[in-house]
């Protein structure tokens, strides 16, 4: 399988659950990215992890709990989530450094906080 | 800091209509610029890229071309069609840095 794939492709879930979503690419990039889309609002940077280290952390909430355990996989784990972090999370990675690259994206995750 | 401008959407247009999606930017050094798409319910695809000024990209019929002078990197294609209908983002990247987007434009193409 190639490119960036991300897991579950729709999430519904209460406020007291604990969810995690994945994401994996099969890209060779050291660099992987959270972003959060909500409607009408732009994409927001969330988490930026470089060589598997987190390098960005843009004053995100902490129920949002992020692990790269390689450079191939990342996890948004998710817990006591509000009703307003409904949105669609979309992973991304690149080959960071300096050579001018873009992103490769995954097709996201549509989260529904009830 | 950097940053990108598109114009407001939606925009909405008949088939094989001309569509300009105007972009804008601000940026320090000499940033590569993108135009990605999403089609709905999916995530962003690049859909084409210049590296230098006077660079023109090019796919699907789509292009745009790297305006030193103006800072713009206007997205225009001939004839639209209606499975052109998605959102398109305008970004940019310097080096060591991350790509940053614009707001995003709707496009809606009807029969």
């Known amino acids: 399988e190639t490119g960036v794939t991300q897991t579950p492709r729709h999430l519904v879930m209460g406020m007291t659950n604990k969810k995690s979503l994945k994401c994996e690419q099969h890209?060779?990039?050291?660099?992987m990215y959270w972003y959060k889309q909500s409607a009408k609002k732009p994409l927001e940077l969330m988490f930026v992890?470089?060589?598997?280290?987190?390098?960005e952390n843009n004053s995100v909430p902490s129920r949002f709990s992020p692990e790269c355990p390689n450079s191939s996989h990342l996890f948004l784990h998710l817990h006591t989530l509000q009703p307003e972090d409904s949105a669609l999370y979309l992973c991304?990675?690149?080959?960071?450094?300096?050579?001018?690259?873009?992103?490769?994206f995954g097709s996201g995750t549509r989260l529904t906080v009830v | 800091g950097n940053s990108v401008t598109q114009m407001e959407g939606p925009v909405t247009l008949s088939e094989e209509a001309f569509l300009t999606i105007n972009c804008t930017y601000t940026?320090?050094?000499?940033?590569?610029l993108f135009w990605y798409v999403q089609y709905p319910g999916e995530g962003l695809q690049l859909l084409l890229k210049?590296?230098?000024?006077?660079d023109k990209g090019s796919n699907k019929g789509f292009e745009a071309t790297y305006r030193k002078e103006t800072t713009s990197f206007h997205l225009e294609k001939g004839s639209v069609q209606v499975s052109d209908s998605a959102v398109y983002f305008c970004?940019?990247?310097?080096?060591?840095?991350?790509?940053?987007f614009g707001p995003g434009t709707s496009l809606s193409v009807i029969p």
């Open positions: 992890y470089s060589l598997e280290e987190r390098v």
């Open positions: 940026a320090t050094g000499y940033p590569s």
């Open positions: 890209l060779g990039h050291n660099a």
């Open positions: 970004a940019l990247k310097t080096s060591y840095d991350k790509v940053i």
């Open positions: 210049a590296t230098k000024a006077d």
């Open positions: 991304a990675s690149s080959q960071g450094g300096g050579e001018i690259v873009g992103y490769t």
